[in-house]
């Protein structure tokens, strides 16, 4: 028996690819959220408050407390370093909620756009049919039309009704005649 032959694990014909950095995976979903909290927090009164109260307490620290506890002398160089890193930080959290919230806004306008014209799709359809019905009421007796081609027949009814008394007591009158005549 023989061995199946096996490939080269690396072909020459073909340049190595080099070993690539696997960062660790997250939901980008979880990070909005949380990069939008942390934004809104920012944007609140209270962090202000958090803030200042912190700088104000290492500028007390670092000025009233005795040199060998001072871990930052007055030019405050950590102070700033720790400033910096914290706006490096804030900006593009503040700028990844504001893209969330414009996609956001972009969907809701389109829904918007998309209900609007179905609104109108069905405004003009229910137009059309309005149209349509008054069209037809057009070719139907309306009420007065009915009121008053019935007042016309009670009428014409009640002259034929006249007209046959009449033409009765005529016949009647003619009979007795007769009648007296004969007798």
């Given at each position: 028996m023989t061995?199946?032959?096996?490939?080269?694990?690396?072909?020459?014909?073909?340049?190595?690819?080099?070993?690539?950095?696997?960062?660790?995976?997250?939901d980008?979903?979880?990070?909005?959220?949380?990069?939008?909290?942390?934004?809104?927090?920012?944007?609140?009164?209270?962090?202000?408050?958090?803030?200042?109260l912190?700088?104000?307490?290492?500028?007390?620290?670092?000025?009233?407390?005795?040199?060998?506890?001072?871990?930052d002398?007055?030019?405050?160089t950590?102070?700033?370093?720790?400033?910096?890193?914290?706006?490096s930080?804030?900006?593009?959290?503040?700028?990844?909620?504001?893209?969330?919230?414009?996609?956001?806004?972009?969907?809701?306008?389109?829904?918007?756009?998309?209900?609007?014209?179905?609104?109108?799709?069905?405004?003009?359809?229910?137009?059309?049919?309005?149209?349509?019905?008054?069209?037809?009421?057009?070719?139907?007796?309306?009420?007065?039309?009915?009121?008053?081609?019935?007042?016309r027949?009670?009428?014409?009814?009640?002259?034929?009704?006249?007209?046959r008394?009449?033409?009765?007591?005529?016949?009647?009158?003619?009979?007795?005649?007769?009648?007296?005549?004969?007798?």
């Open positions: 061995e199946p032959r096996r490939e080269p694990l690396g072909r020459l014909d073909q340049p190595v690819e080099p070993g690539r950095v696997r960062l660790p995976r997250f980008p979903e979880s990070f909005g959220r949380w990069s939008e909290s942390i934004a809104r927090y920012m944007g609140t009164a209270q962090f202000i408050v958090w803030m200042t912190v700088i104000a307490a290492w500028f007390a620290w670092n000025t009233l407390a005795p040199a060998a506890l001072r871990f002398p007055y030019t405050f950590f102070l700033t370093l720790i400033l910096s890193l914290q706006a930080y804030a900006a593009p959290l503040i700028l990844l909620a504001q893209n969330r919230q414009t996609d956001r806004d972009r969907l809701a306008m389109e829904e918007d756009r998309r209900r609007a014209a179905m609104q109108k799709a069905d405004t003009e359809y229910l137009a059309r049919e309005i149209a349509s019905l008054r069209i037809a009421m057009g070719e139907v007796a309306t009420r007065d039309f009915l009121r008053s081609e019935l007042s027949l009670a009428d014409e009814l009640d002259e034929a009704a006249h007209r008394e009449r033409r009765a007591r005529t016949d009647r009158d003619d009979e007795r005649k007769d009648w007296e005549e004969d007798h």
